[in-house]
């Protein structure tokens, strides 16, 4: 089973997202971490505005940095964009499908879009987001699928991952919602695999304050050829 695993996950990406501590963002750099998560949602206890300037993030040498917003407004989410010299924009709210055009109109060409389906027990839920932006394919290049809560994220809880099997996902998509060192194997039960997968609480050792051995460890599990 290992064997099979590790061949499985040979070619997957991991997002560590909610960093708010700059030593720790340059050794995640330093271990070629694909993806670094900003988020910018001022309820969130990992706001990262709370702890790093926007020029700060800027400094950071990375071409994965990911600013998570929930119903921003598009003018502030191009001007983070912009003083954050960020590469991807997840929306991790309510965006329709004419916020994304707009978005992407405004946005520089280089600039991402990653666009957050929250799964909760009800499949035709799932289906019916997957339906309302099935038009925005040229404006989105990933999706990700996370576990729905009032907060938007950060549960540290898994959704029925058996769940994406019932489902036509047109897209690239990141896992996210609750992954640990104990529950990654499940992957291997999925039939259109994610490109990455998308980690948070189970890595910290406290809001924000990230585990840097475990998710070294991690890494090894993942990416083993």
Not at 37 to 56: C, D, M, T
Not at 79 to 97: F, M, P, R, S, V
């Amino acid at each position: 089973m290992q064997s099979k695993i590790s061949n499985l996950e040979s070619q997957i990406q991991l997002k560590v997202c909610g960093l708010i501590k700059l030593n720790q963002i340059q050794e995640l750099v330093a271990m070629d971490v694909d993806f670094l998560g900003f988020i910018f949602y001022e309820k969130s206890p990992r706001f990262v505005l709370n702890h790093l300037a926007l020029e700060q993030i800027a400094e950071v040498n990375h071409q994965g940095k990911v600013g998570v917003f929930v119903n921003e407004t598009i003018e502030d989410i191009i001007k983070i964009t912009g003083n954050a010299k960020l590469n991807y924009i997840q929306l991790h709210g309510d965006e329709d499908e004419n916020f994304i055009s707009e978005l992407k109109q405004k946005l520089p060409d280089l600039v991402k879009i990653i666009k957050v389906i929250r799964v909760g027990n009800d499949i035709s839920e799932v289906k019916k987001k997957l339906a309302e932006i099935s038009n925005l394919e040229y404006q989105i290049s990933n999706l990700l699928f996370d576990t729905d809560s009032k907060a938007f994220g950060g549960t540290g809880k898994s959704f029925d991952w058996s769940m994406l099997n019932e489902l036509e996902i047109p897209l690239p998509y990141f896992l996210s919602g609750g992954i640990s060192e104990d529950n990654f194997q499940q992957l291997t039960s999925l039939k259109q695999k994610p490109i990455a997968l998308d980690i948070n609480s189970k890595f910290e050792i406290e809001a924000g304050n990230k585990d840097l051995e475990k998710i070294k460890n991690f890494i090894t599990q993942i990416k083993s050829p």
